[in-house]
T-cell receptor, first 113, second 112 residues
Framework: QKEVEQDPGPLSVPEGAIVSLNCTYS??????FMWYRQYSRKGPELLMY????GNKEDGRFTAQVDKSSKYISLFIRDSQPSDSATYLC?????????????FGQGTRLTINP | DTGVSQDPRHKITKRGQNVTFRCDPI?????LYWYRQTLGQGPEFLTY????????KSRLLSDRFSAERPKGSFSTLEIQRTEQGDSAMYLC??????????FGQGTRLTVV
């Protein structure tokens, strides 16, 4: 069983829709939770970073963490074609003082105009 | 551009050849990470440096792989005797302390 599970999609929605992306994890040692966006043939770009259960909002993006259920979500409101990308959840634990990121498989999202 | 820089962006090599990639982290970042990403998968951790010290290596990093970070600045990742299974995107990331890590654009390796 993978430490982080993410539905790979693909997910296709119309412009303006609310998008919900989800990940589950099995390791209680994870302390930080992140969402990255990755465009084709580019490196991952950090979108959201949180360490506690609850919601964190940044513009059209909301990250939600439920540590009791080992479940994290990313919501995108008023989705735009420019949001079309692969979204990666990532979780970290500390090894010898440094954050080691464990990624989900990534969900490929397409926003249709 | 003050982000993480990786060179080359794309490398095509014949099986059995050696390749070396370079990563220049964000200047004040003391931690540097290498990850590998294969098609349709998320990045997987390879190794980590704090300043010039290599403190952690994944079991994914076979004896054919070596990474260095002389003087705690740029880092190199060398793959000896490349195999087709080494074809992947090699990503470098850096962070300051325990703050969030920022990734470079990656080096895409194709072994033919």
């Amino acid at each position: 069983q993978k430490e982080v599970e993410q539905d790979p999609g693909p997910l296709s929605v119309p412009e303006g829709a609310i998008v919900s992306l989800n990940c589950t994890y099995s390791n209680s040692a994870f302390q930080y939770f992140m969402w990255y966006r990755q465009y084709s043939r580019k490196g991952p770009e950090l979108l959201m970073y949180t360490y506690s259960s609850g919601n964190k909002e940044d513009g059209r993006f909301t990250a939600q963490v439920d540590k009791s259920s080992k479940y994290i979500s990313l919501f995108i409101r008023d989705s735009q074609p420019s949001d079309s990308a692969t979204y990666l959840c990532a979780m970290s634990r500390f090894i010898q003082g440094a954050q080691k990121l464990v990624f989900g498989q990534g969900t490929r999202l397409t926003i249709n105009p | 551009d003050t982000g993480v820089s990786q060179d080359p962006r794309h490398k095509i090599t014949k099986r059995g050849q050696n390749v070396t990639f370079r990563c220049d982290p964000i200047s004040e970042h003391n931690r540097l990470y290498w990850y590998r990403q294969t098609l349709g998968q998320g990045p997987e951790f390879l190794t980590y440096f704090q300043n010039e010290a290599q403190l952690e290596k994944s079991r994914l990093l076979s004896d054919r792989f070596s990474a260095e970070r002389p003087k705690g600045s740029f880092s190199t990742l060398e793959i000896q005797r490349t195999e087709q299974g080494d074809s992947a995107m090699y990503l470098c990331a850096s962070s300051y302390g325990n703050l969030e890590a920022f990734f470079g654009q990656g080096t895409r390796l194709t072994v033919v």
